[in-house]
């Protein structure tokens, strides 16, 4: 049982990049996972029984979305509709509230929040209001500066969003710091709560709900993708032998509902990276041990697609790293080779050397040799990236300082 459903970032307009070489079964997998993903959610919130789903983020962009695409949204909020279940959308303005209706033929069951207009509904019996916090001008006082909501039973949301891994890379703070708007603690009150959607891996912070988005669209993200579901209140059993006069009541939670949240799963692709080690051999060896370790990994024949990047773990030898990058075409044609979509959920997309092995022992072992020679270049890098380790807080993230550490070592030794 849940009263509100949230679904972040479905973008249903941004297709997931093709993958290199994946067979039709695979290619058409990716490609369909963001709508798959977005009606799980809706499947959630039938099941449920809840009175509301929230769609927040990128949703479908009406100067790119496809009739079918359109077709697909409108069918989906109208189903939810039947079976009592309404939709808000969280718009920037009311201009994109008309583009929107517009694009879709004004479906029953759909309404919209914008950062200058909440939306107040009334969900079994209590009186909910929206808020959007994206506001560039929020409301007197700001955010922050919100008053607990009029009314005995209401209840005040408060949603928000970064745009995490939308148009930033990797190297990008991990933090988000880049990111106009930020979630902040004094957002909740006793009768609030804040939903924060991002692609990015949040700290806790007390009162904030983070939810990552329905799917994941690369191997950088916080979760593999989810729903989040609140419910408002629990209604004593009618069984319990209180007597009438004694009930309390219904509109009286058990405990605090902002702990009610969950997550339900949504995703339809899983991005996973996997580590082998592999210290000599060829393609065929090293072929033969991924695929040993694929084989001894649970993968539900009727569960989300896989998408494996390999990483091979070589002990800090330059040698058999450059050995790797060498042979892993043929590695993975070898691989692929054995997939069968039909009873087999896991698709090599990827293998390197492993790019986040530490560079200590490299840093430790000092042979005395002369200056300018690639071992004392090898043990000064080492000492660097090791030293950025120590430091959380240095602009260059430790994991990037030593991939970049090892093309440079790799890059000799291939010269």
């Known amino acids: 049982m849940a009263d509100i459903v949230f679904a972040f970032d479905p973008a249903l307009d941004r297709p997931i990049p093709r993958l ?29 029984n809840a009175s509301l789903l929230v769609l927040f983020g990128r949703v479908l962009d009406p100067q790119r979305a496809s009739p079918a695409q359109a077709a697909a949204l409108r069918s989906l909020i109208a189903g939810l509709s039947s079976h009592g279940c309404r939709t808000a959308w969280m718009a920037a303005d009311h ?45 007197a006082g700001g955010i922050d500066g919100l008053t607990a909501p009029h009314g005995l039973h209401e209840r005040r949301i408060v949603v928000g969003w970064d745009a995490g891994h939308w148009n930033s890379e990797r190297w990008d703070r991990a933090d988000g710091t880049k990111d106009a708007h930020r979630p902040a603690a004094a957002w909740s009150h006793s009768t609030s709560v804040c939903v924060w959607g991002s692609r990015r891996r949040q700290p806790h912070v007390a009162g904030i709900h983070y939810l990552p988005a329905l799917q994941a669209r690369s191997a950088h993200e916080a979760a593999a993708g989810a729903c989040g579901l609140l419910t408002l209140l629990d209604h004593p059993p009618a069984d319990d ?101 039909r009873t087999f959920r896991a698709w090599c997309n990827e293998l390197l050397a492993d790019p986040g092995e530490s560079l200590v022992a490299l840093g430790h072992t000092r042979s005395g040799a002369k200056p300018g020679s690639t071992t004392s270049f090898s043990t000064a890098l080492a000492d660097i990236c090791n030293g950025l380790e120590q430091q959380p807080l240095h602009t260059v993230p430790p994991d990037l300082a030593r991939e970049a550490a090892w093309l440079a070592l790799e890059l000799i030794e291939s010269t």
């Open 20 to 48: 290199d070489a994946a067979p039709p079964a695979v290619a058409d997998a990716v490609a369909a996972a963001p709508l798959e993903a977005l009606e799980s959610a809706a499947a959630v919130a039938r099941h449920a």
């Open 95 to 139: 201009a994109a509230c008309d583009d929107v209706s517009r694009m879709l033929g004004g479906p029953a069951g759909l309404c919209f929040v914008t950062p200058h207009d909440p939306l107040h509904l009334d969900i079994r019996g209590i009186g909910v209001e929206f808020i959007s916090a994206q506001a560039a001008s929020a409301p």
């Open 241 to 341: 032998g209180i007597a009438a006069a004694d009930r309390r009541d219904l509109h009286e939670s058990r405990s605090d509902w902002r702990n009610s949240w969950r997550e339900e799963p949504t995703h339809h692709v899983v991005w996973h990276t996997l580590g082998i080690p592999s210290a000599t051999g060829g393609d065929e060896e090293l072929a033969t041990a991924i695929w040993s370790t694929l084989e001894g990994m649970a993968f539900a024949p009727h569960g989300p697609l896989h998408v494996v990047r390999i990483h091979v773990e070589c002990g800090t030898s330059v040698p058999r790293r450059v050995r790797v990058a060498e042979i892993s075409a043929e590695t993975l044609a070898r691989v692929r080779q054995l997939f069968d979509a």
